[in-house]
């Protein structure tokens, strides 16, 4: 285990305060492929953090970061711990031990929607879109700030027309890359499974995040259209997003992610850029569902 | 049998007091249940404290009727606070029990015989409404009456029923001006699903609890009226049927419509009046065979509820988005 380059936490905000940051990092070439290797503008830093259902460890993580303003990949068999790992960041699930800080705040008393407010936008595997909402509604649900969702301005048109009229400028955009423009006016009940993954990444970029966290965002979608949607998503994380995503084809992991973490049976086996990473022989190993064999790439 | 006098009857009711403070109690429930998704079964629990909390200002400590009516409407805030803080974090099913217990609970506090010194207990407790009729512009001789046939009303009727409306037609415009907003589409989010609107930001529990107060001050008017209408209140008036009856006049109407609750209201007196007294007027006819007139004669309250039960499984049926609500809404329940 590299206990050794566990970076204290003071790192992650040198690196948030560091302006340029994001455009010029290439992780792939500065950072060790282990498990747990320190990244130069973290900003996420897991340590020892578990969870257990019954007797199953779900989640077990000695120390992860995931570095600014680039893509990185979640992957994994099933039942590995991702969504759970996804749960416990997101304030969604309790876990039993362990900490982690978020774009240099140590995330004390995780609740889902105060994380959310400082950026952590995350989607669900399960897709949770708001079926007798209309597709434009759900994707103006995101739209922080918006000071109509006070009480006290809400009955007063005026404090809050202007801000919804530029958040539906900003939707209609949203709506019409995610292919789903025609569909804007219907209740989001309406959609097919496909398209309500679309819609549920549009609603989180709506949120303006600071990171995106995708739970297999593009299951069900079709591969020409998740291919330009990951293109997309990939730009915005040249503009400075940091983009956490789980997925299980390995071309589109191969294709997009600048970074992949590797977790089985709870732990982080393996990490580091996707074409040394999908060779390494404990990955083919674990998603063979063969015991590990001990030994590194 | 008289038409004239059953449908005289059935658009009295429709249009009197008690019309008014069930839409009061629908759309407190509305706000509750159709927009924001808390199955709230004890509505009447606000009605309650907004009817004693003006009787008993008024009866035992000869405050006025305003600092009354000021004091029902802060009972019922502070039963949604106490209802609301330990539950609305809970499942909803934990909520929908509590609330019906809760209201269940003050009723029988409030009608206990150790209470008669502050509320009048068993017995019902009534007071002077003066300052309310004072300002009746209606004249009121023992001969003035307002309507034709057997829908009218007296002087001091028109007025609580006027004011009645005014007042109901006032809180279905506030509550469509916030509904319509981006904080009614939080709302809605967190009935659609409160872990979306958690992973966008928005605090659950707080929009939960406004929703719950909104409501339940809306359902303490509807006391309000109630107590100046009657000069007092009954704990027997408080029964948890007043709830289901409320939660049957927003399903007629339509759940999460801005009119529904009070169309469902007015609806919901007319078929019960309507049923009932042509009832009595079936009673009275003499070629009934005398078992079935035995059988109606006195329970024609009851059965009127009875049908007005039934009328609501049909409409589930046939027409499950109630009257005035979107078909297609209803459709994406099954899904
Ligand atoms: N609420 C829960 N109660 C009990 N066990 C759970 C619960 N949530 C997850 N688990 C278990 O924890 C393990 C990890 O599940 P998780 O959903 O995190 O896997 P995953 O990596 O996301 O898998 P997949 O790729 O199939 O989505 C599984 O064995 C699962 O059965
Ligand atoms: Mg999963």
Same mark, same amino acid.
């Given at each position: ?78 039942? &590995?711990?991702? #969504?759970? @790992?996804? /749960?416990? *960041?997101? %304030? ?6 362990? !900490?982690? +800080? ?28 708001? &079926?007798?909402? #209309?597709? @434009?509604? /759900?994707? *103006?649900? %995101? ?6 969702? !006070?009480? +006290? ?33 219907? @209740?989001?009940?309406? *959609?097919? %499974? ?104 | ?335």
């Amino acid at each position: 285990m590299p206990d050794e380059l566990t970076p204290v936490p003071g790192e992650a905000r040198a690196g948030t305060e560091s302006g340029l940051v994001g455009a010029q990092i290439e992780p792939n070439h500065s950072v060790p492929p282990v498990a747990g290797a320190p990244k130069p503008h973290p900003i996420l830093v897991v340590d020892e953090l578990t969870r257990s259902f019954g007797g199953l460890r779900a989640v077990d993580v000695d120390h992860l970061e995931v570095e600014r303003g680039v893509v990185t990949a979640l992957i994994g068999p099933n039942g &590995a711990g991702k #969504t759970t @790992l996804f /749960n416990l *960041l997101t %304030g969604f699930d309790r876990a039993d031990t362990g !900490r982690w +800080s978020f774009d240099g705040q140590p995330v004390s008393s995780p609740s889902p929607d105060q994380l959310a407010r400082q950026g952590m936008i995350r989607t669900f595997q399960l897709t949770k879109s708001l &079926a007798k909402l #209309t597709v @434009l509604d /759900n994707v *103006l649900l %995101g739209a922080p700030g918006q000071a109509g969702e !006070r009480l +006290s301005a809400a009955p007063f048109r005026s404090r809050w027309r202007d801000q919804e009229e530029a958040n539906v400028e900003l939707a209609d955009e949203l709506l019409d890359r995610f292919n789903l423009a025609h569909m804007r006016d219907e @209740l989001a009940g309406t *959609l097919s %499974g496909g398209q309500r993954k679309l819609l549920e990444v549009a609603r989180a970029l709506m949120a303006d995040p600071v990171m995106i966290m995708l739970d297999e965002p593009m299951a069900g979608v079709n591969p020409a259209l998740a291919q330009s949607l990951m293109r997309h998503i990939t730009q915005l994380a040249f503009e400075g997003l940091t983009v956490v995503f789980i997925e299980h084809a390995m071309d589109v992991v191969t294709g997009i992610s600048d970074w992949v973490v590797v977790l089985a049976q709870g732990r982080v086996i393996a990490e580091g850029p996707p074409w040394k990473v999908i060779h390494d022989h404990q990955v083919i190993d674990a998603y063979l569902g063969r015991r590990r064999a001990g030994g590194g790439s | 049998m008289d038409f004239d006098i059953i449908f005289g009857n059935a658009a009295r009711a429709a249009f009197g007091p008690e019309a008014v403070i069930l839409a009061l109690a629908a759309i407190g429930l509305n706000v509750h249940f159709g927009f924001t998704g808390l199955l709230n079964f004890g509505q009447v629990g606000f009605l309650l404290l907004g009817a004693y909390g003006t009787s008993v200002s008024v009866a035992t400590f000869g405050w006025s009727l305003w600092v009354g009516i000021l004091v029902g409407l802060v009972l019922s805030v502070a039963l949604a606070v106490a209802l609301g803080f330990p539950t609305l974090r809970l499942h909803a099913v934990m909520f929908a029990i509590v609330t019906i217990a809760a209201a269940e609970i003050i009723r029988i506090l409030i009608g206990s015989t150790d209470a008669i010194g502050l509320t009048g207990g068993p017995l019902s407790v009534s007071f002077d409404a003066g300052a309310f009729y004072d300002l009746n512009p209606y004249p009121d001789g023992p001969h003035d009456r307002y309507g034709v046939g057997t829908f009218e009303f007296t002087g001091q009727q028109m007025w609580v029923i006027t004011v009645g409306w005014v007042l109901v037609a006032l809180v279905s415009l506030v509550v469509f001006l916030i509904v319509r907003s981006p904080w009614g589409r939080v709302l809605k989010s967190i009935r659609e699903d409160e872990d979306a609107a958690r992973s966008l930001g928005k605090n659950v529990f707080s929009y939960k609890m406004q929703a719950l107060i909104i409501g339940g001050v809306i359902g303490g008017l509807g006391g309000v009226i109630d107590a100046i209408k009657t000069s007092g209140a009954d704990p027997n008036g408080f029964r948890p049927q007043v709830t289901f009856f409320a939660y049957t006049a927003l399903l007629l109407g339509g759940a999460a419509t801005y009119m529904g609750p009070v169309l469902g209201a007015i609806l919901f007196w007319f078929l019960r009046e309507w049923i009932e007294s042509f009832l009595r007027q079936l009673t009275a006819e003499a070629w009934l065979p005398d078992a079935v007139a035995d059988f109606l004669s006195g329970s024609e309250g009851v059965i009127s509820v009875a049908m007005v039960g039934l009328t609501l499984v049909l409409l589930m049926l046939f027409r499950p988005q109630g009257i005035t609500g979107n078909r297609i809404e209803m459709q994406l329940d099954a899904r």
